[in-house]
């Protein structure tokens, strides 16, 4: 899982790096209806109804639109301990999703509402140490995700934000919030 997570967030400072270098060399005209593009990288961590979770979003905005790519997920492991056995219920939940949306801004804060397809994976496990079995379920399902996000910009590469979402697939229902950090070109 955190390789993963790891890899998805040098993969996108590249890309944003990438991008807002090459916003800045390149020369634009000024017109009358001249949107600014924006694209920036939302690392959160939050509560859900399970547990808590880890979520990486890259966002790209043009006028009123906003595309997001956002790769998030947590591993639960639980103990039972019972007169007769003892065992340990393992779940992990990786999610990518695919959301588009719209966004409005004024000069430090912008709110964005979105909504996409994702694709959930995951293992669902149950050990039982007193008769020696194990039983994995993988699943890969599809899934119905939704993203609220506000954002404070104090500055022009960094933003503190907060985010509700959620994830309705047909193994487990994910809702939550994260607290994020926001880079990229903000405003």
Do not use: H
Request: hydrophobic share 40%; aromatic share 14%; charged share 15%.
């Amino acid at each position: 899982m955190c390789p993963k997570i790891i890899t998805f967030t040098f993969l996108n400072l590249l890309v944003i790096g990438q991008f807002y270098t090459d916003t800045l060399l390149m020369a634009q005209e000024s017109t009358k209806d001249f949107q600014p593009r924006r694209v920036w990288m939302n690392i959160g961590t939050g509560p859900t109804n399970r547990t808590v979770i880890l979520a990486v979003t890259t966002s790209y905005s043009a006028s009123a639109l906003v595309y997001s790519v956002r790769l998030s997920g947590f591993k639960e492991k639980k103990e039972k301990f019972t007169d007769r056995t003892s065992s340990s219920q393992l779940f992990q939940f990786r999610e990518y999703a695919f959301l588009a949306g719209y966004i409005t801004r004024n000069a430090f804060v912008f709110f964005s509402a979105s909504g996409g397809l994702s694709l959930v994976e995951g293992k669902e496990g149950l050990t039982d140490y007193t008769n020696d079995g194990y039983r994995v379920v993988n699943f890969l399902n599809p899934g119905l995700s939704i993203e609220l996000n506000i954002c404070y910009t104090p500055l022009n590469i960094v933003g503190i934000g907060l985010t509700g979402y959620a994830n309705f697939n047909k193994i487990t229902n994910i809702f939550g919030a994260l607290i994020s950090l926001q880079l990229g070109r903000m405003r």
